[in-house]
């Protein structure tokens, strides 16, 4: 109950009027307002300690720059998709959350650490790394001719 009040609360803040609520398009428009809003909400949760967060507005604003620009377009990815269905429900992944742009494209403070387990590079997820940054707190594989590490954190 808590939950969907405080969606409810955030998409009022910033709803964009109708005239027609009849028309089924116009519905798109209001999961497509849900979608920031729960987007925004994961992004505090996966915000790092001490870094000061963006409000609703600029989040949306950006979202809708990001929209707008189309400089990065997704691929649509060929062959099976995956299914959760035949994965041990009882491994729990480590899932890591990336750093905002901010802070992954500030260069001051981003170290290589070496750690004990290999783990997928962020950059290209076929290279497995002992590596990781230790601002941003991912993995990352470098090489003398592949530098993923300054790749990760220039581009």
């Not at 428009?29 to 949760?45: D, E």
Request: hydrophobic share 40%; aromatic share 12%; glycine share 6%.
């Amino acid at each position: 109950m808590g939950g969907i009040d405080l969606a409810d609360m955030l998409l009022e803040l910033y709803r964009i009027d109708f005239k027609s609520r009849s028309k089924w398009y116009m519905r798109i428009f209001f999961l497509f307002g849900l979608s920031v809003v729960n987007g925004w909400l994961l992004y505090h949760r996966c915000l790092a300690a001490g870094q000061k967060p963006m409000n609703l507005l600029q989040f949306k604003t950006d979202v809708a720059r990001a929209l707008l620009s189309g400089a990065s377009l997704a691929t649509a990815k060929r062959g099976r998709p995956f299914s959760d269905a035949n994965t041990n429900s009882q491994k729990k992944r480590n899932y890591t959350c990336r750093p905002p742009d901010s802070t992954r494209l500030d260069g001051q403070g981003h170290f290589p650490a070496w750690i004990e387990s290999k783990q997928r590079c962020r950059v290209c997820v076929q290279a497995h790394s002992k590596v990781k940054c230790v601002k941003c707190e991912v993995s990352l594989f470098f090489t003398p001719n592949r530098k993923f590490f300054l790749t990760y954190h220039t581009m």
